[in-house]
């Protein structure tokens, strides 16, 4: 299908814009497999964890229950179920998960398509990127006498701008471990250096005896030699922490090994991790498109192979793999066989003949090795013979800009439009799948994790016990209770005496600090309010709210009686409730911490823990309306006592006095109708606490749920082996159950 060129940039950038959504849903699936991943490690490690001790507690049967952790199985056909569950190879397939889904969300988070390039040293590539791209040699080196280009170069197409390159670095880390510790590995040289000033300080090992006499390490050992030979030339430029911006001209010194002239006079290229080349392409309509060059293959640099695997596998969408037929005679060699192999590997969800194009480069009887074309044709007919597929193969004289634009660009271009939907789409599909078989592999051994230690509990028939315990624990609760309420309705009508004597203090308060002024204050005052009438109305409100502030003192004696009972009533849950070990609150608090702990679908047994811990006794609600009352004489418009036509500043402070000592009478007295009202009230609250925890309907039903879900704690002694075996199932299940809802299958749609 021929498609406009005024049409494919659109097409192209279309392409790119549908990426985009599945790299977000693709984000947000590795989020999920992560706590997936998770959930199992925690599983695997409680299994192992459980595996080890029993080993332990058969050789030290002497260690008691209590010092045992929880997460330890002591029983042998739980230990046999647990050895069943292969939690690890489940993990291990989800980082392999893991890095696919990151190879898919690269694809498509990328702002380019991106075309690769590959082959043999001195094959055409780059001839064939120069009649791509418009570049010259200069900026894509080309050699006839050995591996001219050193770097993987990453060439992006920009209309309209002048062209300028991006240089990246190695960090002195990445350049020791990606780049020198395969050499070492490699050819067998011992300890890699730990820092770059040992590897420049200290001479390279001696060479193997059992590899000096082989040329292919040789030439390795050769490699190697020269990153150390030249690492000061080049060493300036390791740890580089950004990019630098280079112009045209100085492209071939950080990308080529040799100048123009064939000299090999450039070592920036050892290095570079990536270089980037912004240019313009001479075709009119390539859109966003990226060609990226690597070092042609056969050297005898270490990691070749693995850095092809990598950047096809992580940045190229589509393959061009170069190859110049060479008289005399031609052939498919083992090199170009094992080449095809390495770059199949590189993703293995696509096949590789959909993803690749066979590029056979033609030369003309003017060219040093003559016309090849009966050779191109020769290998263009045996390629599937030899298990060579693609999904086409094109003749073209990659030194021909005009046939390359012709006969290889329009085609592969025409091509990604066509097919690279449908590419992502397949790749997307068995990524798809791979995830849902993973999933039910999950599924399937998740659901045997939740029947593994269900016979550790059921062993452990608590019941009965419990039963016992729990009748002996209903009747001492309510007996102790009782109890309490029973001297608290003995003293319900007497007199409480803290309250007593702090109502006796208040009075005395009262006297003592009265804040009634002085005739001489009262002269003052009068010159400022402009009467003595007017300096009485203002001294009656100074005195009533001097009176009145000494009645606060009350308030913490009645706070302090309520949650004296409180306390009493917590000792019994504690003592005879056996509830002590569900919190370390203690005294008035331990009644709010257990309306806390009890859950809410206990209505009536929360009711009524929650009626008690938020019951109060203050001098606001229970006194002060009944003080106020008896003050009202001490009102401006409220008094009885009211000054003679003529008064003066004795009269004022006579009536001051009077007035003032009368409230303080009919306060005293109306506190003393009071002095039993905290006793009553501790009792009333008392006895509803217990109408609501013992005597409601139903309600000790709720104590036997409330103290079924945690009687290990409640009676702890009592039931450690059955508390040791529950515990460990259930922190079991609880763990089954979080990998169960991480394993969801929506969790993994995208």
Known sequence: MQIATTERTKQIQAILNRRLPLREKIATVEANLRSLSRSLETLSQQGNASLIFSRQNRDNPSGTLRERPISQVNEPEEQSNLQQLNFLQLQNQIQSQLVELDLLKNRFNRDTINIGVIGRARQGKSRLLQSLTGLSSNEIPTGDRGHCTGVRSTILHQPGIDTYGEITFHSEHSFLEEIIAPYYQDLGLGQLPYSLDEFARNPLSSRPIHLSNTAVAEGKYEYLQRYHHYLPQYRHLLGKSTSIKITKQQIREYVAQDN????????????????????????????????????????????????????????????????????????????????????????????????????????????????????????????????????????????????????????????????????????????????WELQQEVAAELNKASQMLKGLAQNGNYFPKFIELFDRLWVELASGLEELLQGLREERDIENLEFKQQVEAAVTACREDNGIPTENEIEKMRHSKGGYPNAYYEYLNEVRAH????????????????????????????????????????????????????????????????????????????????????????????????????????????????????????????????????????????????????????????????????????????????????????????????????????????
């Not at 912004?278 to 192979?305: K, N, R, S, W």
């Not at 800009?401 to 590419?423: G, H």
């Not at 006592?641 to 005293?668: R, T």
């Not at 039903?701 to 079924?708: S, V």
């Open 260 to 435: 123009l002239k064939g000299e090999r006079v450039y070592h920036n290229y050892l290095a570079v991790k990536e270089a980037k080349i912004f240019c313009t392409f001479p075709h009119p309509d390539i859109g966003q498109i990226a060609l990226i060059d690597m070092p042609g293959l056969g050297d005898t640099g270490v990691g070749d192979e693995k850095r092809l695997i990598e950047i096809l596998s992580q940045d190229v969408d589509l393959v061009l793999m170069v190859r110049l037929p060479s008289p005399p005679g031609e052939y498919w060699k083992d090199v170009d066989l094992k080449l095809y192999d390495t770059a199949s590997r590189a993703l293995t969800a696509l096949p590789f003949k959909e993803w690749s194009f066979l590029i056979l480069n033609q030369t003309e009887a003017n060219s040093l090795i003559g016309d090849n074309s009966v050779y191109c044709q020769d290998l263009k007919s045996d390629r599937e013979n030899k298990g060579l597929y693609f999904a086409d193969c094109i003749t073209a004289n990659c030194a021909d800009s005009s046939a390359v634009n012709q006969k290889l660009l329009d085609p592969v271009l025409n091509y990604l439009v066509d097919r690279i939907t449908e590419l992502d789409l397949a790749y997307v599909s068995s990524c798809q799948e791979s995830l």
């Open 547 to 750: 009176l009145s502030q000494h009645f606060l003192l009350l308030d913490d004696v009645l706070k302090k009686e309520i949650n004296k009972v409180k306390t009493q009533v917590a000792q019994i849950l504690i003592e005879h409730g056996k509830l002590g070990n569900l919190t370390e609150t203690r005294e008035a608090e331990f009644i709010s911490a257990i309306a806390e702990i009890i859950p809410d679908n206990l209505k009536r047994l929360k009711l009524g823990f929650k009626t008690l811990a938020e019951f109060d006794l203050s001098y606001r609600g229970l006194i002060q309306h009944r003080i106020r009352q008896h003050l009202d004489d001490l009102t401006p418009d409220e008094t009885s006592l009211q000054l003679s036509p003529s008064p003066s500043a004795a009269e004022v402070l006579s009536c001051l006095n009077s007035l003032h000592a009368e409230a303080i009478y009919k306060c005293e007295s109306a506190l003393d109708d009071l002095l039993a009202e905290p006793n009553q009230a501790a009792f009333a609250i008392v006895e509803e606490f217990l109408d609501r925890i013992l005597r409601a309907k139903q309600v000790r039903q709720e104590w036997l749920k409330f103290l079924q879900e945690i009687y290990d704690r409640v009676w702890s002694e009592e039931f450690e082996e059955f508390g040791h075996n529950s515990k460990i199932s259930q922190q079991w299940m609880v763990e089954v159950e979080s990998a169960i809802v991480a394993n969801k299958k929506d969790n993994f749609q995208f």
